[in-house]
């Protein structure tokens, strides 16, 4: 059985301040809802302060980015020691990352080993844009990736599938939709690690999910959860989302 994850990227959002207030009315809100894993993945700025304020509850921390040098002259990045002193998650190889900071797979690569040395779960983003999408290359796109990102790591990851047209737009994929690429990931993932390997790896939906999508996507037979941006910044949108991972 895999246990579900639902993980809030914040991308860049929230204040300190904005930080502690959702976090402090989100916490009483899931306090039952035992049956996923509950990451939140605040900018660099709040990693400390929600790190304070998620003590003694069992909701996880995770970085949105780190760098893969250990450390030195590389101005405004974080080392991968640095994220694992408030984070256990780091998202890598965000879409947005790949668009705007020159991300590649290789450079991926380079992050997922360095959290898996670091101790940190990666969740690593893969998905195709709305050309690829067109052009019917979902699947060559997302199998380069997994190859790519992955070659020489260990299965201590999450894999997040997000097609970059439905990331902020509404345009949610379909549950059926998702679910047919997850399981070419997972597919994959047997290839790299072995079929009963890549059963036990967590796969998640991301892309205009909200509560009232997330039931439909959660009981597709692979996929284990959701990253979630836009419902992750209001304690009560993420909540639904979380409890509709509760059966
Ligand atoms: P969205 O973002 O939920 O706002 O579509 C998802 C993501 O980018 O992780």
Same mark, same amino acid.
């Given at each position: 059985?895999?246990?579900p994850?639902?993980?809030?990227?914040?991308k860049?959002?929230k204040?300190?301040s904005?930080?502690?207030? =959702?976090?402090?009315?989100?916490?009483?809100l899931v306090?039952e809802?035992n049956?996923a894993?509950?990451?939140l993945?605040?900018p660099?700025?709040?990693l =400390?302060p929600?790190?304070?304020?998620?003590?003694?509850t069992a909701?996880?921390?995770g970085?949105?980015?780190?760098?893969?040098?250990?450390?030195?002259?590389?101005t405004?990045?974080l080392?991968p020691a640095m994220?694992? $002193?408030?984070?256990?998650?780091?998202?890598?190889?965000?879409?947005?990352?790949?668009?705007?900071?020159?991300?590649?797979? $290789?450079?991926?690569?380079?992050?997922?080993?360095?959290?898996q040395s670091?101790?940190?779960?990666?969740?690593?983003?893969?998905?195709?844009?709305?050309?690829?999408?067109?052009?019917?290359?979902?699947?060559?796109?997302?199998?380069?990736?997994i190859k790519e990102?992955?070659k020489?790591?260990?299965?201590?990851?999450?894999?997040?599938?997000e097609p970059?047209?439905?990331? &902020?737009?509404? =345009?949610?994929?379909?549950?059926?939709g998702?679910?047919?690429?997850?399981k070419?990931?997972?597919s994959?993932?047997a290839?790299?690690? &072995?079929?009963?390997?890549?059963?036990?790896?967590?796969?998640?939906?991301? &892309?205009?999910?909200k509560?009232?999508?997330?039931v439909?996507y959660?009981?597709?037979s692979?996929?284990?959860?959701?990253?979630?941006?836009g419902a992750?910044l209001?304690?009560?949108?993420?909540t $639904?989302?979380? =409890?509709?991972a509760?059966?």
């Amino acid at each position: 059985m895999r246990i579900p994850i639902i993980a809030g990227n914040w991308k860049m959002n929230k204040t300190v301040s904005e930080a502690r207030e =959702l976090v402090s009315e989100f916490i009483p809100l899931v306090k039952e809802m035992n049956k996923a894993e509950i990451v939140l993945c605040p900018p660099s700025s709040a990693l =400390l302060p929600v790190a304070a304020l998620l003590e003694g509850t069992a909701i996880k921390l995770g970085a949105q980015n780190m760098h893969w040098e250990s450390g030195g002259a590389y101005t405004g990045e974080l080392a991968p020691a640095m994220v694992s $002193e408030f984070a256990n998650f780091v998202i890598l190889g965000h879409s947005e990352r790949r668009a705007y900071f020159g991300e590649t797979d $290789e450079t991926v690569n380079k992050k997922v080993k360095a959290a898996q040395s670091e101790g940190i779960m990666p969740i690593i983003c893969v998905g195709e844009s709305l050309e690829e999408n067109k052009a019917d290359k979902t699947s060559e796109v997302v199998t380069r990736q997994i190859k790519e990102g992955l070659k020489d790591v260990n299965t201590n990851l999450v894999i997040a599938y997000e097609p970059i047209w439905a990331i &902020g737009t509404g =345009l949610a994929a379909t549950a059926d939709g998702a679910n047919s690429t997850i399981k070419i990931i997972r597919s994959v993932l047997a290839e790299l690690f &072995g079929k009963e390997e890549a059963e036990k790896i967590r796969i998640l939906y991301g &892309g205009s999910v909200k509560g009232s999508n997330a039931v439909e996507y959660f009981s597709q037979s692979d996929i284990d959860g959701a990253l979630v941006g836009g419902a992750s910044l209001k304690a009560d949108a993420f909540t $639904e989302i979380v =409890l509709a991972a509760q059966n």
